[in-house]
């Protein structure tokens, strides 16, 4: 099974700032996840890159994990997010997970 993140840094591609506070990017990530019926769990994160003209760029970042998700719908997620909080691109990892589930019997 296919563990998938995408990682949305949160600076306007354009401006190079955050433009909105975490929060209203954390509920459209909700939103979308949502409407596309998946499974996720997310973190926020800071981090940094360098662009290709050698400027060095720290952010806010949302990391989003969807486990045995199609590719395709991961696509659309991360074309969406791409989109709405205006990126330049958005980074997809693939990993293999073995996963399951653990309940409490009483």
Known sequence: MTETKIYVGLNDSE???????????????????????????FSVAQGGYIHEDGTYTQENSLILSLVGTERAVVDAIAGDLCAFFNQESVMVTETEVNRYFVSEKI
């Open 15 to 41: 401006t190079m700032q955050q433009v909105h506070e975490t929060d209203k990017y954390v509920k459209i990530l909700k939103g979308v996840c949502r409407s596309y019926g998946v499974a996720f769990s």
